[in-house]
């Protein structure tokens, strides 16, 4: 097994990041057997492809790094590191580009979402994002990567460049790449603004009050649990009575993901009462259990050159554990390197 996954150094990381890929990456981490590897990395490279300010991304990078080692993420035992240390990403992207067809990439919804209406003056990079996170994965041979819903179909394009390439390039028993396997949680998959239930939880979102950030502290976490958009029904007792209801559905969801049960649970216990009573009780939750980790948080982003150093070893490692497969893929597509 080889667990490779990324998150882009855009902002906070926030409950959705945490209970749709962050959480898993961590619980992954801490199962595996030995010879078995997990590479976690910032996007960085990806986050340029959205109008950017350097010197945030700088810091954003840095404050990442910290956030994930206080969610669990061991830098003694996964490999830990940032894109644009390890140019191989950017190398195999070309490489790959050759292999993905413009029809295929005319499908990614996140390009249509993210451009808008102005197509025309999206940056290339946004065009060409998933070709990037396809070689994000199979640079590395990743068997399994951990992710929300929102990248299933980046995953699936990243099957479909590696499948056409190995067969278009390699002999069936010598194939260049490795077919990543999607995971994503069952109850967590798509965590959605406490603004609007039909809106996924974003970095980008411009209302703060739309998602809970690991910067937040325990005062600002309850206050916004507390103002999230509701309805003015009380809870039911059966997951049917929550159709149509996207905002109750998300906070029962919420619930559900951070104590491990499902939303029938929780329904089951707060059925027939009011928000005014479901808050509070998730508020002591999300407290509960994302304080301690924001504590750490806190500590570990202080030390700027503490983060430095375990981006520069973890970059190191994952520079030559990509370095054959890179190889690989020069030689299968007839590249003289000497
Ligand atoms: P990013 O930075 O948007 O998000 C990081 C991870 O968090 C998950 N996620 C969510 N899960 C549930 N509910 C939400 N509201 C929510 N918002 C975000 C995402 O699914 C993701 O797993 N393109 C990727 C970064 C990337 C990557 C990769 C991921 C680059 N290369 C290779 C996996 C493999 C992104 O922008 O994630």
Not at 35 to 61: K, N, V, W, Y
Not at 62 to 74: H, R, S
Not at 206 to 211: G, I
Request: glycine fraction near 8%; charged fraction near 25%; include cysteine.
């Amino acid at each position: 097994m080889r667990v490779v996954s990324g998150i882009q150094p855009t902002g906070s990381l926030h409950l959705g990041n945490y209970l749709g890929a962050i959480r898993n990456w961590a619980a992954m981490q801490d199962g595996l057997a030995d010879g078995e590897q997990c590479l976690f990395f910032l996007a960085d490279l990806h986050a340029i492809s959205m109008p950017h300010d350097p010197a945030q991304l700088r810091a954003a990078t840095l404050e990442m790094t910290a956030a994930l080692v206080a969610c669990g993420i061991d830098p003694a035992r996964s490999v830990l590191f940032n894109q644009a240390q390890v140019p191989a990403h950017a190398e195999l992207q070309w490489l790959l580009n050759g292999t993905a067809r413009m029809g295929w990439l005319n499908r990614m919804t996140q390009f249509k979402d993210k451009s808008g209406k102005n197509r025309e003056g999206a940056s290339v990079a946004l065009y060409t994002y998933p070709v990037l996170q396809a070689a994000d994965v199979l640079l590395y041979q990743a068997t399994h990567v951990p992710v929300g819903d929102d990248q299933k179909q980046h995953l699936e394009l990243a099957r479909d460049i590696a499948q056409k390439f190995n067969n278009d390039f390699c002999t069936e028993d010598a194939p260049v790449f490795t077919l990543p396997e999607p995971i994503i949680p069952p109850e967590a998959a798509r965590i959605m603004s406490l603004r609007d239930g039909t809106a996924k939880m974003s970095k980008s979102d411009p209302s703060d009050m739309s998602r809970i950030n690991l910067a937040d502290d325990p005062d600002e976490m309850a206050k916004k649990i507390k103002k999230a958009k509701t309805d003015p029904e009380p809870l039911p007792s059966e997951l049917a009575g929550l159709e149509g209801r996207p905002e109750a559905l998300n906070l029962v969801s919420i619930y559900a993901a951070l104590e491990g049960s499902t939303p029938g649970d929780v329904l089951a216990r707060f059925g027939g009462q009011g928000f005014g009573a479901f808050k509070p009780a998730m508020a002591e939750l999300v407290v509960e259990t994302l304080g301690p980790i924001q504590r750490r948080f806190v500590e570990l982003k202080a030390d700027r050159e503490a983060l430095d150093a375990i981006l520069a070893r973890g970059a190191a490692r994952a520079r030559e554990i990509g370095l054959p497969t890179l190889k690989a893929a020069y030689d299968a597509l007839g590249l003289v390197r000497g």
